[in-house]
Nanobody
C-alpha cells in the first residue's frame, strides 16, 4: 500500500522560506516520479513541481520557478520542496504525489499533463504566508 505523508507546513511571513518534506512508503521509491501540488481556498488544485524518478529532470510551474526547488533523497524515500521568497499567493494546502506507473519520461508541459487522480496523493499540509 502506497503511503505519502507530508510535513513541514506552517505560517511564514512574506519573503520568508519554508521546507516541505514527503515521506513515501509501500514500494520502491526510486522508480517513481514525484510531484508537489497545491490547492488554495476556492480554487482548483494546481501543479507546483515535478521530479523524474531518476532525479535528473525537474519542472516547475511558472508561478514558482526560481523560488521553489524540488529534490529527492532516494536513500530516505523522501521528496523535498524548498520554498524561498514566499508570497501571500503561495498560501494553500500542499500535496505530495507519486506516479502510479514506474519510470517514464516527460519534458515541458508533459510533466504537468502526465499527472491525474489515478496517481497516489498525500493528505496535504497547510502553508500560510502572511503579508
Amino acid at each position: 500500500q502506497v503511503q505519502l505523508v507530508e510535513s513541514g507546513g506552517g505560517l511564514v511571513q512574506a519573503g520568508g522560506s519554508l521546507s516541505l518534506s514527503c515521506a513515501a512508503s509501500g514500494r520502491t521509491f526510486r522508480n517513481y516520479a514525484m510531484g508537489w501540488f497545491r490547492q488554495a481556498p476556492g480554487k482548483e488544485r494546481e501543479f507546483v513541481a515535478h521530479i523524474r524518478w531518476s532525479g535528473g529532470t525537474t519542472y516547475y510551474a511558472d508561478s514558482v520557478k526560481g523560488r521553489f526547488t524540488i529534490s529527492r533523497d532516494n536513500a530516505k524515500n523522501t521528496v523535498l520542496l524548498r520554498m524561498n521568497s514566499m508570497k501571500p499567493e503561495d498560501t494553500a494546502v500542499y500535496y505530495c504525489a507519486t506516479r502510479r506507473n514506474p519510470f517514464g519520461y516527460c519534458s515541458g508541459y508533459g510533466c504537468v499533463a502526465m499527472w491525474s487522480d489515478l496517481d497516489y496523493w498525500g493528505q496535504g499540509t497547510q502553508v500560510t504566508v502572511s503579508s
